[in-house]
Structure formats: C-alpha cells, structure tokens
C-alpha cells in the first residue's frame, strides 16, 4: 500500500501549511539571530540571553524581541545595506578607473595585433593625451 493513498487533499493542504509555517518560523529564527550579532552596542552576554531565551523559550522571545527591538532591526538592516552598496560602489570605481598609461598600453596592443593601423592608433593616442 503507498503511503500516498493514505493522505486526503485536505491532510495534503494541511502538511503543506505547517511546513510553510515552519519556513516562515525558521525565517525568523534567522533574521532574530543575524540581527542579534548585527548589533555592536549589545554585549555579548546581552547576545547570549536572547539566544537562550529563543531556544528554550522560542515562540514568547521572538513576538518580544521583534515587539522590542523591530525598529532597531530596521534600522540596522538599512545601515548594513547601504555599506554594503558603499562598499560595492567604490570597488566599481577602483576598478573602472583606469590611467592614461594603460589606455595607451592597450592602443599599442591592439595596434601590434593589426587590430588598429598606425593613423588609427595616433589619432586614439592624440584624443587620450589631450
């Protein structure tokens, strides 16, 4: 006998229910915690309660920290994502930034390679020294 045959759609929709509760749950679990080592001005012991409290007291230490510190957490999500923006931007610029040096280095290299004629790569040379 399959186990399949077992089930009725409404059993179905139900197991389908409390697994997508408990996606949602360990979601939480997730951004509680990651916001937890998020947070600099909180000690370590501080730290160390909320986790006790979200292992053995799971559901009441979530409801009373997200009631808590949602603004917080908020606000320390924004923070992390505009230095992470910051900090992407600046590597774009380092990278893309490039010397008059290596330009001419590449227009002698694409010149060697017959890719660019001589007129060509003196007038590309005039255009970047000037």
Same mark, same amino acid.
């Given at each position: 006998?399959s &186990?399949?045959a077992? &089930?009725?759609?409404? @059993?179905?929709l139900?197991l389908?229910? @409390?697994i997508?509760?408990?996606v949602i749950w360990i979601? &939480?679990?997730?951004?509680i &915690?990651?916001?937890l080592?998020?947070d600099? +001005?909180?000690?370590g012991?501080w730290?160390? *309660?909320w986790v006790?409290?979200l292992i053995?007291? !799971? *559901?009441i230490?979530?409801?009373?920290?997200?009631i808590a510190?949602?603004n917080?957490? #908020?606000?320390?999500?924004i923070?992390a994502?505009a230095?992470? =923006? #910051?900090h992407f931007d +600046?590597? *774009? #610029?380092e990278?893309a930034?490039?010397? !008059?040096?290596?330009e001419?280095? =590449?227009l002698? @290299?694409? #010149? @060697? =390679?017959g890719?660019l004629?001589?007129?060509?790569?003196?007038?590309? =040379?005039?255009?970047?020294?000037t």
């Amino acid at each position: 006998m399959s &186990i399949l045959a077992d &089930i009725s759609f409404g @059993e179905l929709l139900l197991l389908t229910f @409390e697994i997508f509760l408990f996606v949602i749950w360990i979601w &939480i679990l997730f951004t509680i &915690i990651t916001d937890l080592f998020r947070d600099h +001005e909180l000690s370590g012991w501080w730290k160390a *309660v909320w986790v006790f409290f979200l292992i053995f007291i !799971p *559901v009441i230490t979530a409801l009373v920290y997200l009631i808590a510190r949602g603004n917080g957490m #908020r606000d320390r999500t924004i923070k992390a994502q505009a230095d992470a =923006k #910051r900090h992407f931007d +600046e590597y *774009v #610029r380092e990278q893309a930034v490039t010397s !008059p040096a290596d330009e001419l280095h =590449k227009l002698n @290299e694409l #010149r @060697e =390679k017959g890719a660019l004629s001589q007129a060509e790569f003196d007038q590309a =040379k005039a255009k970047l020294l000037t």
